[in-house]
């Protein structure tokens, strides 16, 4: 239901996109590059945001020039523009809770130099055996009860080789939560064809394997599996139908051109992953990475908005680190295009934000839980602005008063 608030916002609001078209191509932005292959009004050159603000599709033909061109404009138009391109896509005040269990921790012979889970380091963790399904789909069904309505399950190990029975009891989680009505996901390291097919017969919503950060960075953080090895298993869980969650983490020493590089890596993919997780490194004392320096803010909202705008359809998820996030911080992503969080106890071996803080936090926001397997798609301008004043019944008064209750 459409309230009446939707006429004069709208009306507002096409007032406002046309500057912001405007402003794109005339964006004081040192690093725009021209395209050669569009024009705006006037035969104007169009910048590669300009193009990105303008799309109707997702296109995964760009150059890294590109991306660096997005990735270096002004904050404040930057925002600007990845928030109005949300709207786009999605329904901006729609926001996924997933929750990630860890259904088998530490003992992983992998080297990845931020991991507590690294069998390499002293981290102090204890390794445990695989969980049962019944205590997995238990806590499932806790995640349901409380809003989740995607449920991701990590083990700590390389890769699913002679892990016959482990994958049996893994496809009874997957086929357990997907009765459940909750979107599935696991994390298991690197998977070959037919174990992705396996996967898929289960019903499994999708498999995260993230590329960490760019082909260039990535050997001084990880040198027990390689960058194309990573890729080819996105690859085989892509071929097997399965939709792919695949980001980063931000904060392992990287330069900004490394955010360029992982935007890169992850727009040219065949199709866009469904899934972009934006982690920041969440500094475990034991691993190499403990002292590390921490990565400023403006980089990650930086690399949420070139997300967005190089990735309209994805769902980009605030990930590892949100925990240290003021709630301000937060929205600021949100506005930005992010539109999923991690909600729970726990997040693998790191602490969470609950599923209590962030409803209070979304009821403060005007933001909502997102429902289960939702398809984002370009909807129309007009549309993009519209109010579901159904969705505001649920929001106190005081969120309007500028009074809200954050300590
Ligand atoms: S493969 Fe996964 S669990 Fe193993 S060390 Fe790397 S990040 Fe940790």
Redesign the pocket.
């Known amino acids: 239901m459409l309230s009446k608030l939707s006429s004069p916002l709208l009306r507002g609001y096409r007032t406002a996109i046309r500057p912001l078209a405007f402003a794109a191509r005339h964006v004081h932005n040192a690093a725009a590059v021209d395209s050669g292959s569009a024009s705006g009004g006037n035969g104007t050159t169009t910048s590669a945001l300009y193009r990105a603000l303008n799309a109707t599709a997702p296109r995964t033909d760009w150059t890294r020039e590109e991306i660096a061109s997005i990735y270096n404009t002004p904050l404040i138009d930057l925002t600007h523009a990845s928030g109005t391109l949300h709207r786009r896509f999605h329904s901006p005040g729609a926001v996924q809770m997933c929750t990630l269990m860890n259904i088998k921790t530490?003992g992983?012979?992998?080297?990845?130099s931020?991991?507590?889970?690294?069998s390499?380091y002293q981290t102090g963790l204890k390794a445990t055996k695989l969980s049962t399904v019944d205590s997995v789909l238990a806590a499932a069904r806790v995640a349901r009860d409380n809003g989740s309505t995607r449920f991701c399950m990590?083990?700590?190990?390389?890769d699913m080789r002679g892990r016959k029975s482990s994958l049996r009891n893994i496809k009874a989680m997957v086929e357990g939560v997907h009765a459940l009505g909750l979107e599935s996901c696991v994390?298991l390291?690197m998977l070959d064809e037919a174990q992705a097919k396996e996967l898929k017969d289960a019903g499994l919503t999708a498999y995260n394997h993230n590329v960490d950060t760019s082909r260039e960075h990535y050997p001084k953080v990880?040198t027990?599996?390689s960058y194309d090895e990573r890729l080819q298993t996105i690859s085989n869980v892509r071929d097997a139908g399965i939709k792919v969650c695949t980001g980063g983490i931000l904060g392992l020493g990287e330069k900004p051109e490394d955010h360029v590089g992982l935007l890169h890596t992850v727009a040219t993919m065949p199709s866009h992953p469904e899934s972009f997780p934006v982690n920041t490194l969440v500094p475990i004392e034991g691993t190499p990475l403990f002292k590390s320096t921490r990565i400023a803010f403006d980089a990650v909202l930086r690399t949420i908005a070139t997300a967005r705008l190089v990735m309209p359809t994805a769902i980009i998820r605030i990930a590892a680190g949100r925990v240290d996030m003021s709630e301000e911080k937060q929205v600021l992503c949100f506005i930005a295009g992010a539109n999923a969080v991690f909600t729970g106890e726990k997040m693998l071996t790191t602490a969470c934000s609950g599923w209590e803080e962030d409803l209070a936090m979304f009821k403060r926001w005007g933001l909502y839980p997102m429902k289960a397997h939702v398809e984002p798609a370009l909807r129309k301008a007009e549309e993009s602005f519209q109010v579901d004043a159904s969705l505001l019944a649920n929001v106190p008064d005081s969120s309007y008063q500028g009074t809200s209750a954050t300590g």
């Not at 992983?108 to 990845?112: F, I, Q, R």
């Not at 990590?154 to 390389?158: M, Q, S």
């Open positions: 530490g992983c012979s992998e080297d990845c931020y991991c507590a889970q690294s390499r990590g083990a700590a190990w390389r994390t390291g990880i027990t599996r």
